[in-house]
């Protein structure tokens, strides 16, 4: 069914700057048998790996692994920009085109060996999936795959993330 859910992307030209193609998912999880999907489609992929946690990248990584994890019976760790999270954290910094970025998370949120699933809505550079990983690995957590919903594969955005980690991606660009 990822064609039926890719039909749901809409294309917003020049967002938030000029020349970026924004993919607007909202058009994708308002339809309840296009999100159905999405969720059916990763928790098919991951009902095997005997996953502990979903961590849920901020803000859209959220809508996905809240369903995701309810339904593998795993629980949601959150991934957050800074200063959101109201106990200790850990954070990263990664590099943007221009500039930096930063992501944190609870110190306490994984205990340690736990199985952890990324999840993001979508991968362009990988530079923000390759930061979650290096979080959940110093807080204690063993990354078994990473999912996007969509995967804008001409920035290689995989080449940034550990190798030996299984990339699952719904939707190619
Ligand atoms: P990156 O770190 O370059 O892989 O960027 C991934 C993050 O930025 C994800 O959380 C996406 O939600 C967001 N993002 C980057 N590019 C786009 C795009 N063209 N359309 C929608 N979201 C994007």
Redesign the pocket.
């Known amino acids: 069914m990822p064609a039926l859910v890719k039909e749901k992307v809409r294309d917003i030209p020049d967002f938030p700057k000029p020349g970026?193609?924004?993919?607007d998912i909202s058009t994708v999880i308002k339809d309840p048998e296009a999100f159905k999907h999405v969720i059916d489609f990763f928790v098919d992929k991951l009902k095997d790996k005997q996953v502990d946690y979903i961590a849920g990248?901020e803000s859209?990584g959220f809508l996905f692994a809240g369903p995701i994890a309810y339904n593998l019976g795993a629980g949601v760790i959150i991934i957050r920009k800074p200063g959101k999270l109201p106990a200790e954290t850990v954070s990263v910094t990664y590099d943007l085109e221009y500039g930096t970025d930063t992501i944190e998370i609870h110190k306490d949120a994984i205990e340690e060996g736990k199985r952890v699933v990324i999840m993001?809505?979508?991968?362009?550079?990988?530079?923000?999936?390759s930061a979650a990983c290096k979080l959940v690995e110093k807080v204690g957590g063993k990354i078994v795959a990473i999912g996007f919903m969509i995967d804008?594969t001409f920035l290689n955005?995989k080449s940034k993330l550990p190798e030996d980690v299984e990339v699952i991606t719904m939707v190619e660009y």
């Not at 970026?20 to 993919?23: A, G, M, Q, R, S």
């Open positions: 970026i193609i924004f993919k990248i859209r993001d809505d979508l991968l362009a550079t990988g530079g923000t999936a804008l955005g």
